[in-house]
């Protein structure tokens, strides 16, 4: 015989009084509305925001394979046919191949410097208490908002005195100085928020402490170096002011100067296919590496509010 269960009686029927919790509210609908309509701003705002920093890229990238008539002429057309000769031209004769080459030697050995020596010296001013430490952080912190436009005659001076301007390695020295206040600056905070326990844990087994750094703690924060490093690779990357002081040979321009000099090189008559084609090879690397380590920045910069 099947029995079915009866309701429970309300509190009005069981004769019990009517309390504010047994009352449920209407659900916000206006609240809910808000919402609604926010995140429709929101998206909106996103996505005019994605067609204005696409838009100029696809712009460049087409009008690389252009002819110089077609650019004038039809500057928003696709192109009749793909010029690969422009890029060839812009490689070989406009020397974008030896630019290109010493950008990467220069900001190569700058990136593994400012990152090697700003970890260092983040590790220790985030772990250890020391007299002097804050000061030291501070001092740090003041080199971010010191313009560099205000330091170009001393520092062009200083090396010079040292014999290192015109040289691959003098520039790679002056873009460590340039990116190391901001490196210490991010790493410290990302140090901050990593376990102590593992680092004391090696201490016990007997670890000294630069093997605990190399071996334990640096992989620990390779999202934030991940991260630091991406945004001293755009920065030294696209660096056109220091080098413009600092290197003027013709022989070890980097890829900022040989864009400006293959843009005013022929005057009137300047190689515009060609230098659209330049352009292209010199955001190429930034784009690649920024897909490539986009889920690392991400966790790079969210790290420090996940303690």
């Known amino acids: 015989?099947?029995?079915?269960?009866?309701?429970?009686?309300?509190?009005?029927?069981?004769?019990?009084?009517?309390?504010?919790?047994?009352?449920?509210?209407?659900?916000?609908?206006?609240?809910?509305?808000?919402?609604?309509?926010?995140?429709?701003?929101?998206?909106?705002?996103?996505v005019i925001w994605a067609f204005m920093v696409v838009l100029p890229l696809?712009?460049?990238v087409m009008t690389s394979f252009k002819d110089d008539r077609s650019i004038f002429s039809s500057p928003w057309s696709l192109p009749d046919s793909l010029h690969f000769?422009?890029?060839?031209?812009?490689?070989?004769?406009?020397?974008?191949?030896?630019?290109?080459?010493?950008?990467?030697?220069?900001?190569?050995?700058?990136?593994?410097?400012?990152?090697?020596?700003?970890?260092?010296?983040?590790?220790?001013?985030?772990?250890?208490d020391f007299p002097g430490n804050r000061f030291i952080y501070f001092l740090f912190i003041g080199g971010m908002s010191f313009?560099?436009?205000?330091?170009?005659v001393p520092l062009f001076y200083v090396v010079n005195n040292m014999g290192l301007l015109n040289t691959i390695h003098g520039l790679i020295l002056v873009y460590i100085a340039y990116s190391l206040p901001f490196t210490v600056f991010f790493l410290t905070a990302f140090f901050r928020t990593l376990?102590?326990?593992?680092?004391?844990?090696?201490?016990?087994?007997?670890?000294?402490?630069?093997r605990t750094f190399f071996q334990i703690m640096l992989p620990m924060a390779k999202p934030g170096l991940i991260s630091v490093g991406i945004f001293n690779f755009l920065g030294q990357w696209n660096?056109?002011?220091?080098?413009?002081?600092?290197?003027?040979?013709?022989?070890?321009?980097?890829?900022?100067q040989g864009l400006v000099q293959l843009a005013v090189s022929q005057g009137y008559k300047g190689d515009w296919s060609g230098l659209f084609a330049g352009l292209v090879m010199a955001m190429l690397p930034v784009l690649a590496a920024y897909i490539i380590f986009q889920r690392q920045v991400v966790q790079g910069l969210t790290a420090g509010a996940l303690k």
Do not use: C
Request: aromatic share 8%; no cysteine; charged share 15%.
């Open 239 to 256: 660096q056109y002011m220091l080098p413009t002081v600092l290197n003027t040979d013709p022989d070890k321009r980097v890829l900022t």
């Open 1 to 46: 015989m099947k029995t079915t269960e009866t309701p429970a009686p309300l509190p009005a029927e069981s004769g019990a009084p009517i309390t504010k919790t047994d009352i449920r509210p209407p659900a916000p609908a206006k609240e809910k509305k808000e919402g609604t309509v926010l995140n429709v701003f929101s998206h909106g705002v996103l």
């Open 58 to 60: 696809l712009w460049a």
């Open 147 to 152: 313009p560099i436009m205000l330091a170009l």
């Open 85 to 128: 000769d422009n890029w060839s031209r812009a490689w070989t004769q406009a020397n974008m191949s030896d630019y290109f080459l010493n950008t990467v030697l220069v900001v190569g050995g700058s990136l593994i410097g400012t990152l090697v020596l700003g970890s260092m010296a983040a590790y220790v001013l985030a772990r250890f």
């Open 195 to 210: 376990p102590t326990s593992i680092a004391e844990a090696a201490f016990v087994d007997g670890a000294s402490h630069s």
